[in-house]
Nanobody, 115 residues
Framework: QVQLVESGGGLVQPGEYLELSCAAS??????MGWYRQSSGKQRELVAT???????NYADSVKGRFTISRENAKNTVHLHMYSLKPEDTAVYYC???????????WGQGTQVTVSS
């Protein structure tokens, strides 16, 4: 059974740092990443990383967020620097199956940036 367990959300002030982690289990994953959804908006890509370390970022987070991955542990991290109020959202971990078209989602973790 595939499971994605997220951790690390919370309330921070503008300009502060927060790290999200996602531990995946149950199969081998190709691309892993983070998406977010704020109130009244569609879910959007934040950052992805493949097994080789190739990364992709949304323009809104480039230069502020860094995604990293530990393949042996099926774990992906999102390091969020210089957080802004507009980063407030529920952040979801996503992982794609290595050998099929299946993809999986975590339960979501709330990130709130407010003074």
């Amino acid at each position: 059974q595939v499971q994605l367990v997220e951790s690390g959300g919370g309330l921070v002030q503008p300009g502060e740092y927060l790290e999200l982690s996602c531990a995946a289990s149950g199969t081998i994953f190709s691309t892993m990443g983070w998406y977010r959804q704020s109130s009244g908006k569609q879910r959007e890509l934040v950052a992805t990383i493949d097994r080789g370390g190739f990364t992709n970022y949304a323009d809104s987070v480039k230069g502020r967020f860094t995604i990293s991955r530990e393949n042996a542990k099926n774990t992906v991290h999102l390091h969020m620097y210089s957080l802004k109020p507009e980063d407030t959202a529920v952040y979801y971990c996503n992982a794609k199956h290595m050998f099929s078209a299946s993809e999986y989602w975590g339960q979501g973790t709330q990130v709130t940036v407010s003074s």
